[in-house]
């Protein structure tokens, strides 16, 4: 009888000892799922990180005097002060080291206007695209291709 007490107290131990197993296995996976659940909730729930432009890059073009052709009064006087607004400083160096050619091609298309098309706000926006325009011809060979976005006048007087 002795032997059948200690086989059954064996098996208690082991079924007493599976049972913590399973239960610890069981508590194990509820935190794993609740954990995850939690890291997938804060994720969502994190604010998303700010998107943020890039700076301009500006070149500015010192201002232009120049006579052009009147009206009944006689010639008139132009004062134009620009900016262009560039993508890259790749193109931002090569119209700084331009300049005079710039300036000089500016120069001949200011010259060139009239007082009836510099007054109207549709004149202008005309202007500010033939001032795009002048980058087409190249300013040096071989010329990477300009990145030029915007034409800003800062000045602009007719007298």
């Given at each position: 009888m002795a032997k059948s007490s200690t086989s059954s107290g064996k098996k208690w131990l082991l079924v007493v000892l599976l049972m913590v197993l399973v239960s610890s296995a069981t508590a194990a996976g509820v935190?794993?799922?609740?954990?995850?659940?939690?890291?997938?909730?804060a994720a969502e729930n994190a604010e998303p990180e700010p998107v943020t432009a890039p700076d301009p890059i500006f070149v500015k073009i010192d201002p232009f005097t120049v006579n052009i052709s009147g009206d009944d009064y006689g010639n008139r006087f132009l004062y134009i002060g620009l900016t262009l607004q560039v993508?890259?400083?790749?193109t931002r160096d090569l119209l700084i080291n331009h300049m005079p050619q710039v300036r000089s091609r500016m120069l001949m298309l200011f010259?060139?206007?009239s007082v009836?098309?510099?007054?109207?706000?549709d004149g202008k926006t005309r202007l500010s695209?033939?001032?795009m325009s002048l980058f087409?011809?190249?300013l040096t060979e071989p010329q990477p291709e300009l990145a030029i976005?915007?034409?800003?006048?800062?000045?602009?007087?007719v007298q």
């Open positions: 935190y794993l799922l609740m954990d995850t659940g939690s890291q997938a909730q993508a890259d400083e790749k010259a060139d206007q009836e098309d510099l007054t109207s706000p695209a033939q001032v087409d011809a190249p976005s915007d034409v800003l006048f800062t000045d602009f007087i």
